[in-house]
């Protein structure tokens, strides 16, 4: 439209765009302080891939494009991806062309950069959501259908109040597996090495970097070594789990222990901890696991929100 500008973010655009943010997503909304960490300080971020719809002085939408400058643990950098890690247009500015112009922007940006698919959102480092709330934000996710963005899962994010939690029924389950050989410890400070030999190995390279900088803050006296639990089986970790807060997780089991009940003991334990810090509450960001109801429903939690994960191809 001619009296729509598009422009890339500038410092001075700080708070007009949180306040946007806010006003546009509504149930995502961000602080300074979140801004810095998970947009501007994260290694990837260039101003110019953060693109700004500009009406009659006023900030009308915004669509922040990534591509990866750094290379990520395991993953190297994805010459062939891009990302959206979050898009909105202020309620008083839809239907007016301006979703329409930062979508097609983005796409020229994605094409000029030689990739070959925009994914909307599972991005690491630093992403906020794992994709589009269906619920909430099912407007814009019949918007980016329309425009060519194809779901490709449907992961949930999932809440549960902990006070009452009861450890008992998981402690026969762990005297079954110790019989086995398989112990459930809190981790040790000198087993670090222990630890990321293993997530090295076996586990996604976002959850490396997570549990490395977990442990880094842990390490520093911002945290307790009980903020990690382990799986022992013949002198090697063969599963783990983690929690910052009353953020749980991630945890995992190595391909070849699953099945074992290891899973739902390291769970049992770890909330338990969580317990004994004080925390009323745990949550997980979001899971794609379709057990994922019989895993954390035993241990009462419960869907909060349900996301698509998009995908187009260029």
């Not at 947009?39 to 971020?45: A, I, K």
């Not at 898009?87 to 008083?92: A, F, R, S």
């Not at 911002?222 to 953020?247: I, K, N, S």
Request: charged residues 20%; proline residues 5%.
């Amino acid at each position: 439209m001619p009296d729509l500008q598009l422009r890339s973010y500038r410092s001075a655009d700080e708070s007009a765009l949180l306040a946007l943010w806010s006003a546009s997503l509504p149930f995502d909304a961000i602080d300074a302080a979140t801004f810095h960490i998970k947009v501007l300080l994260d290694p990837n971020f260039h101003p110019d891939w953060l693109l700004l719809a500009e009406r009659e002085g006023h900030l009308a939408g915004f669509c922040l494009c990534l591509i990866r400058r750094v290379p990520m643990d395991k993953g190297g950098l994805d010459p062939e991806s891009g990302w959206i890690t979050a898009l909105g247009v202020h309620p008083e500015q839809r239907r007016q062309g301006v979703g329409n112009a930062l979508i097609e922007r983005a796409l020229e940006l994605f094409r000029n950069a030689g990739r070959r698919q925009v994914s909307l959102s599972p991005y690491t480092p630093k992403y906020f959501v794992p994709g589009v709330d269906v619920c909430h934000y099912a407007e814009g996710l019949a918007f980016l259908e329309k425009r060519g963005f194809a779901v490709t899962s449907r992961p949930l994010s999932m809440d549960a109040n902990i006070v009452l939690l009861d450890p008992r029924p998981y402690q026969e389950r762990e005297r079954v597996l110790a019989a086995q050989g398989i112990q459930i410890q809190a981790l040790q400070p000198h087993q670090l090495p222990d630890l990321m030999t293993f997530l090295q190995e076996h586990m996604p390279g976002d959850w490396v970097r997570h549990g490395r900088e977990l442990l880094g803050d842990i390490s520093r006296g911002r945290g307790t070594w009980a903020q990690f639990t382990l799986a022992w089986h013949h002198g090697q970790v063969v599963g783990y789990c983690q929690f910052e807060g009353e953020h749980f997780g991630p945890f995992g089991v190595r391909e070849g222990m699953q099945g074992q009940g290891i899973g739902t003991v390291l769970l049992a334990r770890c909330l338990r901890a969580m317990q004994e810090q004080g925390h009323h509450h745990a949550w997980v960001l979001w899971t794609s696991d379709e057990n994922a109801d019989k895993v954390y429903g035993r241990f009462g939690f419960r869907e909060t929100r349900r996301f698509a994960v998009l995908r187009r191809l260029l």
